[in-house]
């Protein structure tokens, strides 16, 4: 049984995306830049954003960080948003989620340029993917993809099973699986799937989003499958310094008696999505917004 080693094709790829934008910068004096806003101090948000902006400035990116208060109106956020549609510094902007209550996500989102839209969030670019045109495709599941054939695995032909059908993960992974560049035949699983073993025995690859642990269990893979969890889950643990640890949806354990392979949590998908977000920051720059 082979662990996907999230963090090693990370590493790689970021590795990549350091000579591209340094080739970009010497050739058309142009750096990638990458705008992140965090409205609020949620702590898990707090730290994804912190994470984001070292690694666009480990990869040679500009990265202006726009901290604001949980009381930022919706409407001084749409403004910030315009000026970050207009400003030629800045390739790509990243709305970190969950906004405050009271501010619209969808507002704030469709108000994002889709030539910037580095997260690919917007209905344009999520439009865009489906119908096959060149787009900014969404980092976690553009990650996933990359995950599954860093495992070793041909997809092409291959019997995919996604369970969660959100906007950001489920859906966006089962459209990408069955795209005739990667030609996978995809059941797309959910809480109103009566049974989702009888999908999962039969697949070559089982990629999991549904935000519960102990989703997937070893007993519902056929053997040799590939299995993406991209679920992360935080457990109580009181020998650990923080009162918790993280797991997937895959029951790690029985899963990977059964598994051709497997992705850790952490260090599988988490990962690779902001080294998703660094490569669409970079391609947005070389198509010169
Ligand atoms: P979400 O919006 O809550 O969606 C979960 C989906 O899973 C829903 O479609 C739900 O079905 C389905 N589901 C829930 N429980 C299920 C069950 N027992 N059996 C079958 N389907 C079930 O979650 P999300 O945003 O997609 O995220 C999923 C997980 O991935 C979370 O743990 C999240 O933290 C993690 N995540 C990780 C990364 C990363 O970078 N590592 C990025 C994004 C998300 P219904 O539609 O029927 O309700």
Redesign the pocket.
């Known amino acids: 049984m082979n662990i996907i080693d999230g963090k090693l094709l990370a590493a790689n790829l970021r590795a990549e995306i350091a000579e591209g934008v340094a080739a970009l910068k010497a050739e058309k004096g142009v750096q990638p830049g990458l705008a992140v806003i965090l409205v609020g101090d949620n702590p898990a948000s707090v730290s994804y954003v912190t994470a984001k902006e070292k690694a666009c400035t480990e990869a040679g990116m500009y990265s202006r960080e726009i901290r604001l208060p949980a009381e930022t109106t919706e409407a001084e956020l749409l403004k910030l948003v315009s000026e970050l549609n207009a400003d030629s510094a800045i390739h790509g902007i990243l709305i970190q989620l969950p906004l405050p209550k009271h501010i619209s996500e969808k507002a704030v989102i469709n108000a994002i340029a889709p030539e910037k839209d580095v997260d690919g969030f917007t209905p344009v670019n999520v439009g865009r993917m489906l119908i096959g045109e060149d787009c900014f495709l969404p980092c ?1 599941p553009h ?1 996933i993809i990359k995950l599954i054939e860093f495992s070793g695995m041909d997809i092409k032909g291959k019997s995919a099973v996604v ?4 906007n ?3 859906k966006p992974v089962a459209v990408l699986l069955s795209r005739k560049k990667t030609n996978a035949t995809v059941t797309l ?5 009566p049974d ?1 073993a009888k999908f999962t025995r039969e697949a070559d690859i089982v990629v999991v ?4 642990p102990g ?1 997937l269990t070893g007993d519902m893979l056929k053997p040799g499958a590939v299995v993406i969890d ?4 935080r457990i109580s643990d009181a020998s650990k310094p923080k009162g918790f640890r993280l797991v997937g ?1 895959a029951d790690f354990e029985s899963c990977s008696q059964v598994a051709g392979a497997i992705t850790p949590v952490p260090g599988g ?2 990962p ?2 902001i080294t998703m977000l660094l490569w669409n920051t970079l391609e947005s720059a070389k198509r010169g917004v």
């Open positions: 976690t990650g369970i969660g059908r959100s950001i993960v489920g699983c959910h809480t109103g799937t989702i989003a549904a935000g519960r989703t991209v679920g992360v889950n949806d998908v988490g690779m999505t």
